[in-house]
C-alpha cells in the first residue's frame, strides 16, 4: 500500500537557519505530493502542492519538489522565522483528483528559537 | 478562509465509559467529513469516511461497532468512541470537505480540525 516517511523531530533552528525535512513515498500509482502545517492549537492546512513530476510546490517561502525518480518530496525554507514553529505532515493522495483520500507520514515538529 | 471547529480539544475518561467528539464546519456545508486517528509517533490513519445522511465508510480493521460515526447535519459530524480502553488513547482528528467553496484543486477544499487527545485511565 501507499507510504510516506519523513524525518523524525524535534528539529529545533535558530532563526533565519535553512530549514530542510525529508519526505519520501510509496504509492502504487502516480501520487499527488502535498505539505501540510498544523499551527499550536489550530487545524492541519494546505502548505503546498505538487501533482506531477519536477513541479515545485511554494508558497509563505516553503518549497518542495515533485522527485520522481528519488520519490522524495523534501520541504525547504531558506530561511526560519519564530512563526513557522509548527508540525509539518507530509502527505499523498493516489486517487486522482477527485480524492480527498490522504495517507500521511508522521509529522515533524519544528521549532524556531530566536 | 473556512473553518472547522473540533470539540473538545482534550478528554480524560475512565476504561469503559463513552466519549463523544464533536466536528463541525462552522462557515460551510460538509455532505463528507473525515474522522483520523494518530497513535504516539505513528501516522495520521483514515479510520473512517463520514457522509451526511448515511451510513459512514470504516476503513479495514477499524471497528464500525466502537467507533460510532453520525453525520445528521450538514455542518456536523461526531464521533463516539464506546466503552473506550486505554488502547483506544489516540489523537483524533476530523477534516470537512468544502462543497462550494474556492480552489480549484480538491484538497484545497479540505479543512482540518485542531483535533482530540483521548487518554483513557
Known amino acids: 500500500g501507499d507510504s510516506v516517511t519523513q524525518m523524525e523531530g524535534p528539529v529545533t533552528l535558530s532563526e533565519e537557519a535553512f530549514l530542510t525535512i525529508n519526505c519520501t513515498y510509496t504509492?502504487?500509482?502516480?501520487?499527488?505530493l502535498f505539505w501540510y502545517v498544523q499551527y499550536p492549537g489550530e487545524g492541519l492546512q494546505l502548505l503546498l502542492k505538487a501533482t506531477k513530476a519536477d513541479d515545485k510546490g511554494s508558497n509563505k517561502g516553503f518549497e518542495a519538489t515533485y522527485r520522481k525518480e528519488t520519490t522524495s518530496f523534501h520541504l525547504e525554507k531558506g530561511s526560519v522565522q519564530v512563526s513557522d514553529s509548527a508540525v509539518y505532515f507530509c502527505a499523498l493522495s493516489d486517487s486522482g483528483a477527485g480524492s480527498y483520500q490522504l495517507t500521511f507520514g508522521k509529522g515533524t515538529k519544528l521549532s524556531v528559537i530566536p | 478562509g473556512a473553518v472547522v471547529s473540533q470539540h473538545p480539544s482534550w478528554v480524560i475518561c475512565k476504561s469503559g465509559t463513552s466519549v463523544k467528539i464533536e466536528c463541525r464546519s462552522l462557515?460551510?456545508?460538509?455532505?463528507?467529513m473525515f474522522w483520523y486517528r494518530q497513535f504516539p509517533k505513528q501516522s495520521l490513519m483514515l479510520m473512517a469516511t463520514s457522509n451526511e445522511g448515511s451510513k459512514a465508510t470504516y476503513e479495514q480493521g477499524v471497528e464500525k461497532d466502537k467507533f460510532l460515526i453520525n453525520h445528521a447535519s450538514l455542518t456536523l459530524s461526531t464521533l463516539t468512541v464506546t466503552s473506550a480502553h486505554p488502547e483506544d488513547s489516540s489523537f483524533y482528528i476530523c477534516s470537512a470537505r468544502d462543497t462550494v467553496g474556492q480552489g480549484k484543486w480538491t484538497n484545497e477544499k479540505l479543512f482540518f480540525g485542531s483535533g482530540t487527545q483521548l487518554s483513557v485511565l
Open positions: 504509492a502504487t500509482g502516480y501520487p499527488s
Open positions: 462557515d460551510f456545508q460538509a455532505t463528507t
